[in-house]
T-cell receptor, first 113, second 110 residues
Framework: DSGVTQTPKHLITATGQRVTLRCSPR?????VYWYQQSLDQGLQFLIQ???????AKGNILERFSAQQFPDLHSELNLSSLELGDSALYFC????????????FGSGTRLTVV | GEDVEQSLFLSVREGDSSVINCTYT??????LYWYKQEPGAGLQLLTY?????DMKQDQRLTVLLNKKDKHLSLRIADTQTGDSAIYFC??????????FGPGTSLSVIP
C-alpha cells in the first residue's frame, strides 16, 4: 500500500457520460498530480494541485477538470466521454514539488463503451 | 522541447545484469528518476539522482548520469524474475513538471 488511495479501481461507462475519479494523497503530502496512461500515448501529465490551488497544467482536455479540497483529497471529472478516453488514470502525491519523487496510487481503469 | 526516450523492450537471463537506457532533451533537468511498474499496479519510485551527480548506487541498482550527452542508465545486478516489470525514466524540470519516458518492458528469462 503506497498510501495514495484511488477510487474506484475500475469504471465502465458509456460515451457521452460523466465520471468522477477520486484520490486521497499520502498523509502529509500537499501536492496531487493526475496522469493518464494509455497504450498509444504513454504516461501523460494532466494537472497538478498544491494545497488546494492549481499549480501546473499539462495535456488536459477542456472536457476534463479537477479540484483539490481543503482536506487535500482531489477529484478528476471527465465529461462527454469518448472511446479514446479509455485509459488508466493515476493520481500521485508528494510533500511539495517533484524533487524527491512521487508516490503513485494504483490507478483507476476507465473503459468507455 | 521536453522529451524522454527509452527503448521499449529488454530481455535478460536470470542472474545476468540488466541495463536500461534513457535519453532526455531538457538541459535544465534538476532531478532524474527511475520508476518501476508491475502489472496492475501504479508506478513505484526506485531511485532518483540529482543532476549534478554522476552515479548513485543503491543495493542492486546503479544509476549512471552523463549530463553532457543527456543520457541516464539503470543497471540491475543479478536480475531476478521478480524484476520483470516496466521501467520508466523521468526528469523534472525547473517548474517542477515531471516528464516520463514511454517505459522499457523488462522480461527476465528463468
Amino acid at each position: 500500500d503506497s498510501g495514495v488511495t484511488q477510487t474506484p479501481k475500475h469504471l465502465i461507462t458509456a460515451t457521452g457520460q460523466r465520471v468522477t475519479l477520486r484520490c486521497s494523497p499520502r498523509s502529509g503530502d500537499l501536492s496531487v498530480y493526475w496522469y493518464q496512461q494509455s497504450l498509444d500515448q504513454g504516461l501523460q501529465f494532466l494537472i497538478q494541485y498544491y494545497n488546494g490551488e492549481e499549480r501546473a497544467k499539462g495535456n488536459i482536455l477542456e472536457r476534463f477538470s479537477a479540484q483539490q479540497f481543503p482536506d487535500l483529497h482531489s477529484e478528476l471529472n471527465l465529461s462527454s466521454l469518448e472511446l479514446g478516453d479509455s485509459a488508466l488514470y493515476f493520481c500521485a502525491s508528494s510533500p511539495d514539488g517533484a524533487s524527491l519523487g512521487y508516490t503513485f496510487g494504483s490507478g483507476t481503469r476507465l473503459t468507455v463503451v | 522541447g521536453e522529451d524522454v526516450e527509452q527503448s521499449l523492450f529488454l530481455s535478460v537471463r536470470e542472474g545476468d545484469s540488466s541495463v536500461i537506457n534513457c535519453t532526455y532533451t531538457d538541459s535544465s533537468s534538476t532531478y532524474l528518476y527511475w520508476y518501476k511498474q508491475e502489472p496492475g499496479a501504479g508506478l513505484q519510485l526506485l531511485t532518483y539522482i540529482f543532476s549534478n551527480m554522476d552515479m548513485k548506487q543503491d543495493q542492486r541498482l546503479t544509476v549512471l548520469l552523463n549530463k553532457k550527452d543527456k543520457h541516464l542508465s539503470l543497471r540491475i545486478a543479478d536480475t531476478q524474475t521478480g524484476d520483470s516489470a516496466i521501467y520508466f525514466c523521468a526528469e523534472s524540470i525547473l517548474d517542477d513538471k515531471v516528464i516520463f519516458g514511454p517505459g522499457t518492458s523488462l522480461s527476465v528469462i528463468p
